[in-house]
């Protein structure tokens, strides 16, 4: 099973950028951290970080070479509803992750009604629960 990890704008910075919200550990290595939980579970993970809301869409339509995909779309959770239909565009099954509690925060997420399921505000565990279900399907 491979499974696509998308993560969006400002996701690079992780370990330096509010380190109150978002943790100390990089997205290098929480990666890591997401490659060794994974493998037991038979899953290959890719990995595409960017900053650019055109970039994540063009990663979104290659969707149907995965299995599923774990998508944090960041900042354009807010907003996009490019993304969004990329999202519906595809039949791969998606689930949207969020390091910190967007709905705690005052957010609210758009892109979310194209996923199968969102977690939220658990940290890097929200993106381990996404890769198990996904797992199962």
Do not use: W
Not at 77 to 88: N, R
Not at 94 to 100: D, F, K, N, P, Q
């Amino acid at each position: 099973m491979k499974i696509l990890v998308i993560n969006g704008a400002n996701l690079n910075m992780l370990g330096k950028r509010e380190p109150d919200i978002y943790g100390t550990k990089t997205l290098d290595e929480m990666n890591n951290e997401l490659q060794v939980y994974a493998a037991p579970l038979g899953v290959e993970l890719e990995f595409f970080q960017s900053n650019h809301e055109g970039e994540i869409i063009d990663k979104i339509h290659t969707g149907d070479d995965y299995d599923g995909i774990v998508i944090n779309p960041a900042a354009h959770t807010h907003y996009s509803i490019a993304i969004l239909d990329a999202i519906k565009a595809i039949k791969t099954p998606t689930i949207e992750v969020h390091l910190s509690s967007i709905t705690e925060r005052g957010r609210v997420s758009i892109t979310h009604e194209a996923c199968i399921d969102m977690f939220e505000g658990i940290g890097i565990d929200g993106y381990k629960k996404a890769i198990e279900k996904l797992s199962q399907i």
